[in-house]
């Protein structure tokens, strides 16, 4: 029987596959679905392919794949594309992403990054729904 983190592991190399399949592509339109009050899904279209991610309910996980751009179910998802954070970054193409690993082997959480390699939007898993989050670059001083 696979252990949290053994499973993790495996499906972090898919995740980061769906990142190269969308490298280098510009972000054409945000959908999110809203289950029983959570954010449970969004699906991102880019050039010609969709980035899907989801909240997992029974593991607090987030998962993701890749689908073509028409294949992708959009049903009950609610066009998100003029809503912040996102309506910065259509236009953009995909840059970087990272998934994240709590300290329990967990994949709980994404970073996103459009135009470049530092990150702009953390997703993040808790209590079966995804949370948003922007990354802000802090500068730092040297001291003497």
């Not at 993790?8 to 990142?19: I, Q, T």
């Amino acid at each position: 029987m696979p252990t949290p983190k053994t499973r993790e592991a495996r499906a972090l190399s898919a995740m980061l596959s769906a990142f190269q399949a969308i490298t280098g592509q510009r972000l054409q339109h945000v959908w999110q679905m809203h289950t029983e009050g959570s954010l449970h899904r969004f699906i991102f279209d880019f050039d010609s392919v969709s980035l899907i991610v989801t909240a997992d309910e029974d593991d607090d996980s987030i998962h993701v794949e890749v689908a073509g751009s028409p294949d992708a179910n959009r049903a009950g998802c609610a066009e998100a594309s003029h809503l912040e954070p996102w309506k910065a970054f259509i236009g953009r193409s995909f840059g970087w992403g990272w998934v994240t690993v709590n300290q329990r082997g967990y994949c709980d959480g994404l970073l996103l990054s459009f135009e470049g390699i530092v990150p702009d939007v953390m997703l993040n898993v808790i209590a079966s729904s995804i949370k948003i989050g922007l990354v802000t670059m802090v500068e730092t001083k040297t001291l003497q």
